[in-house]
């Protein structure tokens, strides 16, 4: 009987974990490897399993979920993010996709939302990522911030969502605005690409326009625009610490 095993990276994710972890109840086995959480993330995470490992370190994302995905057991592996959740027809769907033998993972569909309100438009239209495979035919990328994974074999495409709350409050959004700009602006550095201010404006109001007017983010209402807006500014200050890094090791 194929076996599936679920990996979840955390940290200070005690407002999420556990109705991450109560989606994916259906599993055989519940993996979680936390990097140093000072809530109570690791305890809400033992009333759903036993196999939380903390890490001392954080080494990026895409090594710690590697670390993860080494701990794991089963046949194929579910990937998620304690801000994501696994809607009951989608667990449905996962039970039956790994019985076949056509694909080696899977693309799944996403539905976020934004403080609060579910996003239909925008940069976030027809979302998906590969997150479910075949533990043996995957594995993640290195990268520090927004790794993806690399599989050997076809890849299929599920019908249903995995839902995502990126942040559930305006406070929220602008910690992790911050946290990944920063995070990106030492990966464009790591890689030598420069930026200038101009750099800086010209992406962020292009990834303004992109977002509203060109993906229909505007039908989105107040939240439309506050997304297209945060897209931006993230943009804008991703590229403008990247100016600073640039200029300090000249």
Known sequence: MTKLSVIVVTKNEAHNIEDCLASVTFADEIIVFDSG????TTELCKKYTQKVTVTPDWPGDGPQKNRALQAATCDW???LDADERVSPHLAKEIQAAITQKTFAAFKIPFRSSYCGKLIRFGDWRGESHIRLFERRKAAFTPDIVHCHLKVQGQ???CQ???IHHPFHHLAAMLYKMNDYSTQGAQLYFAKQKKASLWTALTHSIWCFLRGYLLKLG???GREGFLLAMSNAQGTYYRYLKLMYLC???D
Request: charged share 25%; proline share 0%.
């Open 37 to 40: 959480s000072t809530d109570n």
């Open 247 to 249: 200029e300090e090791n």
């Open 218 to 220: 505007f039908l989105d």
């Open 155 to 157: 890849i299929g495409k």
């Open 160 to 162: 249903h969502i995995i």
């Open 77 to 79: 592996v579910l990937c």
